[in-house]
Nanobody
Framework: QVRLVESGGGLVQPGGSLRLSCAAS????????MGWYRQTPGKQRELVARNTRNGGTKYADSVKGRFTISRDNAKNTVDLQMNNLEHEDTAVYYC??????????????WGQGTQVTVSS
């Protein structure tokens, strides 16, 4: 089993910054995709940013130039630096990782979610 633990959410004013972190632990051999998603009430969960082990990166158009995803393969962590936050960024943010276990099985895991609220 693999566990993802997120941290770093909170309340911030428009234009402010927050950094989210997600750490994986458990039965891990290697991790391919690491990403951040977000969800607001009544809407589907949407991709914010994702990063593959070979360095490929994808951002939602709405966050390009403001958010940066980074990963540490040695520590099995992924961070999301969020700058110039807007009201529309308010959501519950989830990290997701595609993990290969020590028994060579791939599976997607999600974190529990962390609330980000942008408000003046």
């Amino acid at each position: 089993q693999v566990r993802l633990v997120e941290s770093g959410g909170g309340l911030v004013q428009p234009g402010g910054s927050l950094r989210l972190s997600c750490a994986a632990s458990g039965n891990i051999f290697t991790i391919d995709d690491m990403g951040w998603y977000r969800q607001t009430p009544g809407k589907q969960r949407e991709l914010v940013a994702r990063n593959t082990r070979n360095g490929g990166t994808k951002y939602a158009d709405s966050v390009k130039g403001r958010f940066t995803i980074s990963r540490d393969n040695a520590k099995n962590t992924v961070d999301l630096q969020m700058n110039n936050l807007e009201h529309e960024d308010t959501a519950v943010y989830y990290c997701k990782m595609r993990v290969m276990s020590r028994t060579a099985r791939w599976r997607d895991y999600w974190g529990q979610g962390t609330q980000v609220t942008v408000s003046s």
